[in-house]
């Protein structure tokens, strides 16, 4: 741990923190395909915008609104996409967060050049969805009812993935010692989340087979590890993140069992949405942000903070991460 400070006022930042490796690769896809429009590449022609982008390209609006702004246009389902654009070739980008085979066979019915940024960890999941169904497993898939990541990971097999969002609900499933079992989850959840209620499926299912690798990422692992050792040293948390993601809803849950009693711990996403009530007599607030947000929203929120007269700072270093993926094959050339 390293750090500045007179013992006041202080910041406890935690690091790592912001952009993993599989969010920083769907983004860098579409600012790649918008460069390359810009640089007069013909699906920029004719009143067509340079790309679509299915769904939030990651769960943070800023970086939403900044795409937007450079002339990527979203959309919820491809129905909105024109077919004059799907005739032109204008690329249609798959979000980090993976789409079932029903989106992608939507795409290839109507001729769209799709660029699929999922990322290769999710990739991971359903691959193993597919092996495992032809194994002849049937599979227990613990996530969040209604996540994209999780559409996309049951919809590869939606007779024989069931989804699970808590222990309370492994009551609810039902199989026959016979039935081969097997377990996957979301890659942004929460691992102490995890941890109960995949010792309620061993209780209930001793039989089910665990995934050769854990399926929640590293970054998901690493920043929940760095925001709990933050906790410990502070009053106050603030993370960093849109309410839609996931692993950012988690770093708050994370850091409120960090704190216990102790303090609260807020999610905001920048820092037009601190509260000044929230820092009445507390001492140290812990800053970390979920895997989709800017660096720079942190900083507007340590300068807000700075303002407030939190003026000590350091930082509390868990694991140094150096995963990079790179992009989509018909895009590295463009690089």
Known sequence: MTGIGDGGK??????????????????????????????????????????????????????????????????????????????????????????????????????????????????????EVLRFVKEGYEIIYIG????DEAVGVVGEAPDHVH?????????????????????????????????????????????IAMPPNSDICYATSNRQAAVKLVAEQSDCVVIVGSANSSNSVRLVEVAQEGLGSRGVAHRVDDAGDLDDSWFDGVQAVGISSGASVPDELVGGVIDALQAMGYTGMHAVETIKENMHFVLPAELRSRR
């Not at 001729?111 to 999710?122: E, F, N, S, Y």
């Not at 691992?191 to 499926?201: G, N, Y």
């Open 163 to 207: 989804l699970i969002e808590h222990a309370s609900d492994v009551d609810g499933l039902d199989f026959s010692e016979d039935t081969k079992l097997v377990l996957l989850t979301q890659t942004t959840l929460s691992v102490d989340e995890t941890a109960d209620t995949i010792a309620a499926l061993k209780d209930r299912f001793p039989w």
């Open 10 to 127: 202080r910041i406890v930042l935690a690091d790592p923190r912001g952009f993993c490796a599989g969010v920083d690769r769907a983004i860098l896809t579409v600012q790649t395909i918008l460069k390359a429009a810009d640089r007069g590449a013909a699906a920029g022609d004719g009143g067509l915008p340079p790309v679509y982008v299915r769904r939030q390209i990651v769960h943070n609006k800023h970086v939403v609104e900044d795409l937007a702004k450079q002339g990527a246009v979203f959309v919820e389902e491809l129905s909105e996409v024109p077919d004059e654009a799907v005739a032109a070739g204008v690329p249609v980008v798959f979000s980090a967060h993976g789409v079932s085979p029903t989106v992608k066979g939507e795409a290839a019915a109507r001729g769209m050049h799709v660029v699929d940024a999922t990322c290769p960890l999710v990739s991971k999941v359903h691959r």
């Open 144 to 147: 969040h009812r209604g996540h």
